[in-house]
T-cell receptor
Framework: NAGVTQTPKFRVLKTGQSMTLLCAQD?????MYWYRQDPGMGLRLIHY???????AKGEVPDGYNVSRLKKQNFLLGLESAAPSQTSVYFC????????????FGPGTRLTVT | AQRVTQPEKLLSVFKGAPVELKCNYS??????LFWYVQYSRQRLQLLLR?????SIKGFTADLNKGETSFHLKKPFAQEEDSAMYYC???????????WGLGTSLAVNP
């Protein structure tokens, strides 16, 4: 099992460009999450999904959109990148059967110039 | 309000010294608490959860409901313990974890 994978690993964007980050999990988990990690700010939840076809806003959703068309995939989109979106992005998944452990991907390091 | 507080941003100890990373929470119900660890430039991984009452890599954590704390302890720190440690609270009904800001542990030789 690969667990949770993220593509790409690194990306540099210019202000105003768009991109999509892909998260994939092979554990048949119901719940998936996108976080951003910034120095001194900890992990902040951007968006999350409690099942295929459903998404919800986290604490810092502005400037991001998400889609969960397939259970195993959770996409994070930046329509018009801004320097404030320079961050490390982590995807996580969690099963619905209790335990509540979140499994994380390796992260995507995004720089917006 | 549901909240997790890790009062120390940075904790520096010498190898072999005891270490305690503090975590306090605010939650009116019955909490599920976790410690996650992130080694340099790696993904976060679960270290401990309070319900299992286990010891992982020599670390233990006890839930103290009276003090609303879940401090992480290790009697003898090792250099390989240097990492970022996050405390997290699962409040149950919204399927989200509430995260502390993390404590960076540096174990010096």
């Amino acid at each position: 099992n690969a667990g949770v994978t993220q593509t790409p690993k690194f990306r540099v964007l210019k202000t105003g460009q768009s991109m999509t980050l892909l998260c994939a999990q092979d554990m048949n988990h119901e719940y998936m999450y996108w976080y951003r990690q910034d120095p001194g700010m900890g992990l902040r939840l951007i968006h999350y999904s409690v099942g295929e076809g459903t998404t919800a806003k986290g604490e810092v959703p502005d400037g991001y959109n998400v889609s969960r068309l397939k259970k195993q995939n959770f996409l994070l989109g930046l329509e018009s990148a801004a320097p404030s979106q320079t961050s490390v992005y982590f995807c996580a998944s969690q099963g619905s059967g209790g335990g509540y452990e979140q499994y994380f991907g390796p992260g995507t390091r995004l720089t917006v110039t | 309000a549901q909240r997790v507080t890790q009062p120390e941003k940075l904790l520096s100890v010498f190898k072999g010294a005891p270490v305690e990373l503090k975590c306090n929470y605010s939650y009116s119900g019955s909490p599920e608490l976790f410690w996650y660890v992130q080694y340099s430039r790696q993904r976060l991984q679960l270290l401990l959860r309070h319900i299992s009452r286990e010891s992982i890599k020599g670390f233990t954590a006890d839930l103290n409901k009276g003090e609303t704390s879940f401090h992480l302890k290790k009697p003898f720190a090792q250099e390989e313990d240097s990492a970022m440690y996050y405390c997290a609270l699962y409040a149950g009904n919204n399927r989200k974890l509430i995260w502390g800001l993390g404590t960076s542990l540096a174990v010096n030789p």
